[in-house]
């Protein structure tokens, strides 16, 4: 029998159920999803479910791709969170640096990739070992996805592989700016939506076309900060203001900080929260700039709710005129 696996060609002599053949490959079956031909199979069904000569199979897991007063908490599709700070988990040397930086960071959410389980060397380990998605939220994206239908096949395996209903839809349009195509989210997202998930959202920086996504049930809007990796800081900071003046649902800058004033910045200027990735993970020290960002998003939450002094054009002296020699 011959089957296709991950873009592999693998050749059996003999019948298998998807249990058979996960035990054949040393698969948790419990820690993956399968597709087969295009359709994601339940996990449920893998003992009764024979494969069939030229079965195409995909296997996938999760990859990697600051904390306030308990009073502030940050709540996201009925979910409270102490820490307004969400990491990505990608980039990292290696899974025991991804775990540490975690930990530095303070975060309880951090984003996942859908990648393909390597069939090659299947002891390989896996995020799940080292980051608990019983003590984190897993939030799976659909990063270096170029089209609502790529995105919408990569969440339809990711609910399947964990369960999780709440994602991240990220639909790409051009591949040196990163910038998020908007025809296609608004329609990967309406489909989520559609379907039971809890979509949040990356997108533009565009009032208007966030108001749209908040419309249509989007739990989180997340709109750029810069391009993504590229650490360039908040460019826009008038349209993020207000994209947050206008929303009801949280508004997470998502791309573009570099360091910790960055995140303040976002904080300060009203968002619920910041999500970042490589300004962590390419850091020189990941764990030490961990720390700054949880502290810099703490700092820019407090200094946004003690509220800023007012901005004058001329000097206002601090000394009291009163009594001057």
Partial sequence: MNLTINGEKRVYDRSLSIDELLNDLELDGQKVALERNLEIVPKSSYSTTMLEE??????????GGGSVDTDDVFEVAGRKLNSRLIVGTGKYKDFEETKLAIEASGAEMVTVAVRRVNITDPKQPMLVDYVDP???IYLPNTAFCYTADEA????????EAGGWDLVKLEVLGHEKTLYP??????KAAQTLIDEGFKVMVYCSDDPIQCQMLEDMGCVAIMPLGAP???GLGIQNPVGIGIIKDQAKVPVIVDAGVGTASDATIAMELGCDGVLMNSAIAHAKNPVIMASAMKDAVTAGRKSFLAGRMPIKKYADPSSPLAGLI
Avoid: C, Q, W
């Avoid at 030229?54 to 990859?63: Q, R």
């Avoid at 919408?152 to 609910?159: D, I, K, P, W």
């Avoid at 195509?181 to 608004?186: C, G, I, K, W």
């Fill in 181 to 186: 195509n908007m025809p296609e989210t608004l």
């Fill in 228 to 230: 993504i990796g590229s």
């Fill in 54 to 63: 030229g079965d195409k199979l995909e296997i996938v897991h999760f990859i």
């Fill in 152 to 159: 919408l096949r990569t969440l339809r395996l990711a609910r």
């Fill in 134 to 136: 019983k003590k984190y």
